[in-house]
């Protein structure tokens, strides 16, 4: 299957960027982990996840919010051991995220479609 890089990669974008706007609001009171009961707003506050399979619960949130969280959550308190090494390739993504948005902006979308191939391939390692 083949897909072209330019339809995918900005088609992609904008729809998540509709659908977080959405349900940011809709999901913000009752979507959370069933593991450890993080809530998406919970994730808003502090910028990290609970545990792993939250990654898997809120991982569209965190596809396009983790931006946000940077930014927003300089105050962050004490972090799980466990999470050090998540958060590692979590800030890799992040930085990926930002080379994507570089990449879409230069209407590079080659290259943009190899940055999502790498960050689909970290998501895999949390
Ligand atoms: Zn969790």
């Known amino acids: 299957m083949f897909y072209s890089p330019f339809e995918n990669a900005t088609n992609e974008l904008s729809k998540i960027k509709e659908e ?4 940011n609001l809709i999901f913000s009171e009752e979507l959370a ?26 991982s569209k949130e965190l596809a396009d919010m983790i931006y946000d ?4 959550a ?5 972090r799980p051991e466990k ?9 890799e993504i992040e930085q990926l995220e930002e080379q994507k948005r570089d990449a879409l902006e230069r209407e590079d979308f080659l290259l943009a479609q190899s940055i999502k191939e790498k960050i689909s391939q970290l998501r895999g390692e949390l």
């Open 83 to 91: 999470l050090v090494s998540k958060a590692k390739i979590q800030k």
């Open 69 to 72: 969280f940077h930014k927003s």
């Open 20 to 23: 977080i706007a959405e349900e």
């Open 74 to 78: 300089k105050h962050v308190g004490k």
């Open 33 to 58: 982990c069933p593991n450890c009961k993080t809530r998406l707003s919970d994730l808003l506050e502090t910028g990290y996840v609970g545990c792993a399979k939250c990654y898997e619960v809120f």
